[in-house]
């Protein structure tokens, strides 16, 4: 079912300036952007292979630091269902949020916010 992680997602509070940290003081690079209607951008950085996402605090409205851990499938769809099956709980049901890309949101043991990501190319 699951292929790799895909990416690890932290929220902060200050989009610009976490760029410049984890790319000026750890040589990550930016591999794309994807603005929101907040005024501040999701970024993608590369990691050596594993996505780091940061995400602005504003417009996810939770607090600072881990937000979750995404696992790259095939199917989200089947994926959700799979996780049903054995009695996962499902925090969100797949939806798309554009560029290709469909998610869907589960509960990891401890109350862990996990995700299924797929990008259509």
Known sequence: MVH???????????????????TQTLGLTVMER??????????????GGIILELMPQESTETALGFHHISFEVDNVDESVQSLRDKNVPIVKEPFDVG??????????????????YRRDP
């Not at 560029?99 to 299924?116: A, H, T």
């Open 99 to 116: 560029s290709g890309i469909r998610i869907g949101l589960f509960e990891g043991p401890n109350g862990m916010n996990l995700q299924l």
């Open 4 to 22: 790799k992680i895909h990416k690890i997602a932290l929220v902060t509070d200050d989009i610009e300036e976490t760029v410049r940290f984890y």
């Open 34 to 47: 994807f603005p929101n209607g907040d005024g501040e951008d999701y970024v993608f950085l590369d990691a």
